[in-house]
Each structure stands twice: as structure tokens, then as C-alpha cells.
């Protein structure tokens, strides 16, 4: 296809030179039997063709627990972590094995990254995570990612890859974040379910009607469509546009990037965040609730000031300094979420409080906000 005839908004991923390509459980294990290589073989084909063409390729990849249960012979998916955590152990071998020899028909070099919630959730592994893999990108080695299923535990997991496949694509700021599944896109329902449903072709990432058409994911997956509509809202933040197309689609990576209508297409709408601001974004693990009164949630909207306590009605969860809380309006409405600067103990006694009063009321004063505006990131 030449570029005359790419489809209306595919252009961002026609000219993207970075791309993360996430390949989900749903593609990759032939319904449950194993690893299907000859499609990996397939998407690594395709692959290696872009990294000819000069396009950079990170690849997340899901697996390792589908692929570790048939090597070690188990019928159906356990529930027990300690039985997730050794057949994701003994899956991700296959894996990386698996890549690796594909790979090498066309020399390229891998590279195994296995990921914790904790690894992108500190600033400052965030920022080893990034350097390191900055630098096997500039190697021209590819990526492969995984989530670390063998240490991490259930409240600290990212749990779907998708969400992983987004973070990844904001740590390197890629320009797209393409997610292959087993189905066409995002349909307007489930389509294992409803017969009629019709593919979304393009939308943006942060339309609040795509929630609503995202379901459940197969026995397979663990996220669903659900997963993917929220990464590509996450990948908007770095500017990045987000793909959902199917894996089985004939040559459907190189297709995508030659601008063809393929899959559904979700656009960031809004002017990238700074990095700093989309790693608190990115932070899944919140602590805390602070209820805000009318006006802190309009200064916080339209000015992106800092969070005094004056403006705060009501504290809900045990936080300490640091930790990530949520902020939302008196309907429950989510407005920012940012770093505390005070426990929740200390937190509850400066409700509606001038700051002035802080030293008075805590017999100290850590800092004169609640959030300062340099750790909150508005909603
Ligand atoms: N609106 C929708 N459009 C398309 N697929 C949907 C939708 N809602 C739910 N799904 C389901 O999501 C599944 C893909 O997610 P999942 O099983 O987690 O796969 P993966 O492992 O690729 O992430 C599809 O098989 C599909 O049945
Ligand atoms: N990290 C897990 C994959 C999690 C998972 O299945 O995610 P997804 O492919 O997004 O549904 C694994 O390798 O088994």
C-alpha cells in the first residue's frame, strides 16, 4: 500500500519508529496446546522486516504459565499461586528459547526483561528499567518482556500484559503500542457473545463509550478487551497511538505500519505528559482516598496547583508519606492522584485546615500541601 492510500489516522503508526508489539496468551499457545511456533516464527518474520526498515521493536510477550503448564503436563490453569508461579518458571524457558532460535535466522539478538509492578512503581528502578532498556534498543537487540510471574504475588501484579505493553510503551516513549489478540479489534460487544457485533475501526484512546463495549477476556487471556482500551488510554499519555488487531492476520505487524486499515485504531487526543507525571499515572497501587471539596477540585483542574489540606473534606485508607493516594470529588468522581506528603494519621488531623496551622496542630511541619503539584497528576 503506498502512503496515497493509507486509511484516514493510521499515518502515526505509518511513520512510527519505535513500536512495542504485545503478543497475548489468548495467540500465542494454540488454543491452550503449548507454544504455537509457527506463528511465533511468523510475527518474529515480521518483525525482523521492520528492524530492517530501521523501526525499533520491543516486544512484550505473555505465555509463560500456558506455555509451562504443558510442559509440565497440566490439563487445566492452577489457581494456587505457588503453582502459577512454577509453571510461569518453567513456561518462560520455552518462551525465551523459543524467541531466541527465531530470531537468530535473521542474526538478531534477544534479550530476556522480566518485569515487577515494584520495578516501574519505585522511581528509582523505574529509571534503571529505562536505561537498560534504552540501551539494548540502541543495541539493536529486541526486548522481550514478560511480567516476573515467579516472584510477584497477586497484589502486586500487573496481572495482564496489556498493562505492561502500555508502561513499556511510556518508559521508551514509543510511537505505538500495538496489541495482537485472537479477535479482529474492538467490537462494539464481545463477539463471543453477540453474533452482531461490528468492529470499532478507529476512536480515540480516552473515549469513556469504549469501557462500555470492552469485555471479559477468554480461557486463556487475562484481561480481555477491557485490559486494552485501558492501555491504550495509559499509552496516550507518552503520545503514543495504540493498535488492537489480530495476530492471525497474514503479515498484519508489517500491514499495520503501511498505514492499512486494520484492527481498531485508538488516537491520543492530548498533548503527551511529562515523564515524570506518567510514571505517577502508571502507578497501580493506590493507598488511599481523599474526598475534595468544590474548590480544590476546580484549582486542581484548571491550574494544576498543589493539594493544601484546607481543600480536603474526608481521608479513607492507612497511607504513609509517599504513597500514592487518590483524589476525587464529592460524587465519588476520580479528579488526580499524587504522592502524600503526610501519613494518614497526620493527614485526618489537618482536614480543612489552613496550612499555616500545620505546625500548630502536628507540633511539626513537613511541608505546607497535602500533594505537591510536582507529584500529582490530574485525572
Ligand atoms: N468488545 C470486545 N471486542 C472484542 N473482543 C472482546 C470484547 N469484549 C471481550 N472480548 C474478548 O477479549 C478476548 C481477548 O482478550 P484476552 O483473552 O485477554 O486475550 P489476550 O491474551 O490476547 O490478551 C477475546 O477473545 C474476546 O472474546
Ligand atoms: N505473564 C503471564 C501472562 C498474563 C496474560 O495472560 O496476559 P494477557 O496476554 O494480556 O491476557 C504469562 O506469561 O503467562
Known sequence: MTVKEQAPGREALAGARRVVVK???ALLTNDGRGLDEAAIGGWVDQIAELHRRGIEVVLVSSGAVAAGMVRLGWQARPSAVHELQAAAAVGQNGLTECYEGHFGRHELLTAQILLTH?????????LNARSALRTLVGLRVVPVINENDTVVTDEIRFGDNDTLGALVANLLEADALVILTDQEGLFDADPRHDPEARLIQEGRADDPRLA???????ALG???MITKVRAAQLAARSGAVTAIASGRQPEVLTRLVAGERLGTLLRPEQAPMAARKRWLAGQLQVR?????????????RSRGSSLLPVGVKAISGTFVRGDMVVCVDEAGERVAKGLVNYGADEARQLLGQPS???????????????????NLVVL
Open 222 to 224: 487475562r484481561g480481555g
Open 23 to 25: 503478543i497475548g496468551s
Open 288 to 300: 488511599g482516598h481523599l474526598t475534595l471539596d468544590a474548590g480544590a477540585v476546580k484549582v486542581l
Open 356 to 374: 499555616h496551622q500545620i505546625e500548630a496542630i502536628l507540633g511539626y511541619m513537613e511541608a505546607p500541601e497535602l500533594i505537591h503539584r510536582d
Open 212 to 218: 462500555g463495549m470492552a469485555g471479559d477476556g477468554g
Open 118 to 126: 515494584d520495578d516501574l512503581s519505585n522511581r528509582k528502578r523505574y
